[in-house]
């Protein structure tokens, strides 16, 4: 049994992706390998932030517990976790519980999706206002699917430049489901809208967080 290190963990409905709308279970790992400058979860990527040592039985309970089919693993950044296979190979047992690994688009996620189960992938692209562009992992796109999706957080008109050239470079539209996002309260969302239209982007979904409509933006554990 491994121990995974949890920052917080709660039950509200998917802002984000392809679950937005739906409920889900959130369970949300400190620490991060990336320093995105528009972070909303800043917070639980400081080196003294406090966090519960919980097992895989303990998670795994928890979600089931809850009686609510989807459970959404971010951070931080899942993928860096000690021993996240095995955390992984324990929800793939659950055949009634799927999975969403939000990920930041920098960890090859090849050995992942090789365990299998019931999970979905939701990678960002690191677009070039975040200041961690140069460390995505390109490989990624040669695994994904369309059970999966991409995910543009952009913040400036270059921004959405990137994202157009990067769907069209790995045809993203066709191999998987896309998301553009604005950073919140940096570029009118209307203006993504006037880009999508410009450049004609079917088969991808402008994606705003929910959550931060509902409740406020700066609120943790919804
Ligand atoms: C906090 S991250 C955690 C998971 C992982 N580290 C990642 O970056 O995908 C979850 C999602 O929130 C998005 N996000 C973070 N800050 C945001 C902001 N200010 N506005 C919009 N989306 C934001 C990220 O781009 C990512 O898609
Ligand atoms: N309601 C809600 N939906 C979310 N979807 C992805 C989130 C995240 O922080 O990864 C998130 C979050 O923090 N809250
Ligand atoms: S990768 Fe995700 S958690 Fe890490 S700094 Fe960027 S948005 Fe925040
Ligand atoms: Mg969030």
Same mark, same amino acid.
């Given at each position: 049994?491994?121990?995974?290190?949890?920052?917080?963990?709660?039950?509200?409905?998917?802002?984000?992706?392809?679950?937005?709308?739906?409920?889900?279970?959130?369970?949300?790992?400190?620490? *991060?390998?990336?320093? %995105?400058?528009? %972070?909303?979860?800043?917070?639980?990527?400081?080196?003294?932030?406090?966090?519960?040592?919980?097992?895989?039985?303990?998670?795994?309970?928890?979600?089931?517990?809850?009686?609510?089919?989807?459970?959404?693993?971010?951070?931080?950044?899942?993928?860096?976790?000690?021993?996240?296979?095995?955390?992984?190979?324990?929800?793939?047992?659950?055949?009634?519980?799927?999975?969403?690994?939000?990920?930041?688009?920098?960890?090859?996620?090849?050995?992942?999706?090789?365990?299998?189960?019931?999970?979905?992938?939701?990678?960002?692209?690191? *677009?070039?206002?975040?200041?961690?562009?140069?460390?995505? *992992?390109?490989?990624?796109?040669?695994?994904?699917?369309?059970?999966?999706?991409?995910?543009?957080?952009?913040?400036?008109?270059?921004?959405?430049?990137? *994202?157009?050239?990067?769907?069209?470079?790995?045809?993203?539209?066709?191999?998987?489901?896309?998301?553009?996002?604005?950073?919140?309260?940096?570029?009118?969302?209307?203006?993504?809208?006037?880009?999508?239209?410009?450049?004609?982007?079917?088969?991808?979904?402008?994606?705003?967080?929910?959550?931060?409509?509902?409740?406020?933006?700066?609120?943790?554990?919804?």
């Amino acid at each position: 049994m491994s121990t995974y290190r949890v920052v917080e963990r709660f039950i509200s409905i998917n802002g984000e992706a392809a679950r937005a709308g739906e409920l889900a279970v959130f369970i949300r790992f400190a620490g *991060c390998n990336l320093n %995105c400058g528009y %972070c909303d979860t800043k917070w639980a990527n400081e080196p003294g932030v406090d966090y519960q040592e919980l097992t895989e039985d303990e998670l795994v309970d928890y979600v089931r517990r809850t009686e609510v089919k989807n459970v959404t693993l971010t951070g931080g950044e899942p993928l860096i976790q000690k021993d996240i296979d095995k955390l992984l190979l324990a929800f793939a047992l659950e055949d009634d519980i799927r999975v969403e690994i939000e990920t930041n688009g920098s960890v090859d996620i090849a050995e992942f999706k090789a365990l299998g189960g019931n999970v979905s992938y939701t990678l960002d692209y690191k *677009c070039p206002s975040s200041g961690m562009e140069s460390d995505m *992992c390109l490989a990624n796109y040669n695994y994904i699917d369309k059970n999966d999706s991409v995910k543009f957080v952009v913040g400036s008109q270059e921004d959405l430049e990137k *994202c157009l050239e990067i769907i069209r470079e790995y045809a993203l539209d066709e191999r998987t489901r896309v998301f553009i996002s604005p950073v919140y309260g940096s570029i009118d969302p209307a203006d993504i809208v006037d880009f999508m239209i410009e450049n004609g982007m079917n088969d991808v979904k402008l994606q705003l967080q929910l959550h931060k409509f509902i409740w406020d933006p700066e609120e943790r554990g919804v």
